[in-house]
Each structure stands twice: as structure tokens, then as C-alpha cells.
């Protein structure tokens, strides 16, 4: 099993900056991907970022330019840099690993969330 802690979300004005952090631990060698996923009220869950192993990324359209997914040096942390913030990106923020198991089967882990609220 691999668990997720994410940190890092709370109240921000608009234009402001907020950065995530993600820890995995546990079962973490044969993690291949990480990334983040936000779900705002009445929204279904939506890929925000996410980064390989081999440290290529993308992103959606809306966060592009304002949004930076980087990996920490020990590849079990990741990290979201969020500038420029818009009331839009208001959303719980969903830090997800993806691991291969033994048949070579992809598995998904998630973290609890954190909630990211762009306000005046």
C-alpha cells in the first residue's frame, strides 16, 4: 500500500500564490506517476498536474503558466506551486500516486485532500 498525506491548502485572495506538498509512503518503489487532481462543489474530480518518473508533466489548460509540478529529490514528494490564483481554482486539492503491482497492473492511491479557497 502506498499512503498520501497532502499539505499546504487554505485561504488566499486572488492573484496571491499557495504551494501543495505531497508525501508518499510505504510501497513507494514501483511509483511510476504522481500528480494533482482538484473536485470543486458539484464538479466531478478533474487532473490539474502530473509528473512521471522520467519527469515529464502536463497539465490542464485553465492552470497552465500558473501552476508548476515539481518532485522532490527522494521522487517520493511532490509538489504543486500555484501563482496567480483565480476564485475558479477554488477546489479540494487530491494528491494522486500511481503504482505498478507484481502482475505489472497499474494501482491508484489517493491522499485525504486539502482544500484550496481563492476568496476576497
Known amino acids: 500500500q502506498v499512503q498520501l498525506v497532502e499539505s499546504g491548502g487554505g485561504l488566499v485572495q486572488p492573484g496571491g500564490s499557495l504551494r501543495l506538498s505531497c508525501a508518499a509512503s510505504?510501497?513507494?518503489?514501483?511509483?511510476?506517476?504522481m500528480g494533482w487532481y482538484r473536485q470543486a462543489a458539484g464538479n466531478q474530480r478533474e487532473l490539474v498536474a502530473a509528473?512521471?518518473?522520467?519527469?515529464?508533466?502536463n497539465y490542464v489548460d485553465s492552470v497552465k503558466g500558473r501552476f508548476t509540478i515539481t518532485r522532490g529529490d527522494a521522487k517520493n514528494r511532490v509538489y504543486l506551486q500555484m501563482n496567480s490564483l483565480k476564485p475558479e481554482d477554488t477546489a479540494v486539492y487530491y494528491c494522486?500516486?500511481?503504482?505498478?503491482?507484481?502482475?505489472?497492473?497499474?494501482?491508484?492511491?489517493w491522499g485525504q485532500g486539502t482544500q484550496v479557497t481563492v476568496s476576497s
Open positions: 510505504g510501497s513507494i518503489l514501483r511509483i511510476n506517476a
Open positions: 494522486k500516486a500511481t503504482r505498478v503491482n507484481g502482475y505489472g497492473a497499474p494501482e491508484d492511491f
Open positions: 509528473i512521471t518518473s522520467g519527469g515529464s508533466t
